[in-house]
T-cell receptor, first 116, second 113 residues
Framework: AQTVTQSQPEMSVQEAETVTLSCTYD???????LFWYKQPPSRQMILVIR??????QNATENRFSVNFQKAAKSFSLKISDSQLGDAAMYFC?????????????FGQGTTLQVKP | DTAVSQTPKYLVTQMGNDKSIKCEQN?????MYWYKQDSKKFLKIMFS???????INETVPNRFSPKSPDKAHLNLHINSLELGDSAVYFC????????????FGDGTRLSIL
């Protein structure tokens, strides 16, 4: 069974600085997708960034980028120029590529605090 | 326009009652999901429907019964509510296919007294 682990329950960063959130996963599949979701206090689940396992290039979305290390099964999220609005809980998620169900398997989450 | 909408946003009720949560998506997606987020914020899949057909039932008690009248709707009915059912329930939808992310509703916070 696939598992996703986020080993940092809480992280903090100074406004305008850079922070990296860690995520590791375990799977025997070669075809899969990885996602980072953000959950602010408002409770919404907002997609931040996604990565296809077959792509070697790391995904980037504005200030958000990932470091995808397939062999190490690691998928970290880097937030550059942190803003107060980035404060939220961040979830790493895995989905099998060949699955017709599309179900997401989530990590435990990391709470990010941004200090002004 | 809201893409995935759930009602109600909050639900407070007593143990033993029966309640329903409704979900609708206007994205034209063919797959819908229910996730449960517990008090420790852990998110876990409960059910998934593809074109009104149940394709995932993750060892959820029989007291939980999803119903999908059409592709755009997936409702969750819970019988004989227990204290342990207190959680936030999220509906989500996606178009099954490569690289298609799931879109989530705003969640329903269910509190059992």
């Amino acid at each position: 069974a696939q598992t996703v682990t986020q080993s940092q329950p809480e992280m903090s960063v100074q406004e305008a600085e850079t922070v990296t959130l860690s995520c590791t996963y375990d799977t025997s599949e070669s075809d899969y997708y990885l996602f980072w979701y953000k959950q602010p206090p408002s409770r919404q689940m907002i997609l931040v960034i996604r990565q296809e396992a077959y792509k070697q290039q790391n995904a980037t979305e504005n200030r958000f980028s990932v470091n995808f290390q397939k062999a190490a099964k690691s998928f970290s999220l880097k937030i550059s120029d942190s803003q107060l609005g980035d404060a939220a809980m961040y979830f790493c998620a895995y989905r099998r590529g060949s699955s017709n169900t599309g179900k997401l398997i989530f990590g435990q989450g990391t709470t990010l605090q941004v200090k002004p | 326009d809201t893409a995935v909408s759930q009602t109600p946003k909050y639900l407070v009720t007593q143990m033993g009652n029966d309640k329903s949560i409704k979900c609708e998506q206007n994205l034209g997606h063919d797959t819908m999901y229910w996730y449960k987020q517990d008090s420790k914020k852990f998110l876990k899949i409960m059910f998934s429907y593809n074109n009104k057909e149940l394709i995932i039932n993750e060892t959820v008690p029989n007291r939980f019964s999803p119903k999908s009248p059409d592709k755009a709707h997936l409702n969750l009915h819970i019988n004989s509510l227990e204290l342990g059912d207190s959680a936030v329930y999220f509906c989500a939808s996606s178009q099954v296919g490569r690289n298609q992310p799931q879109h989530f509703g705003d969640g329903t916070r269910l509190s059992i007294l």
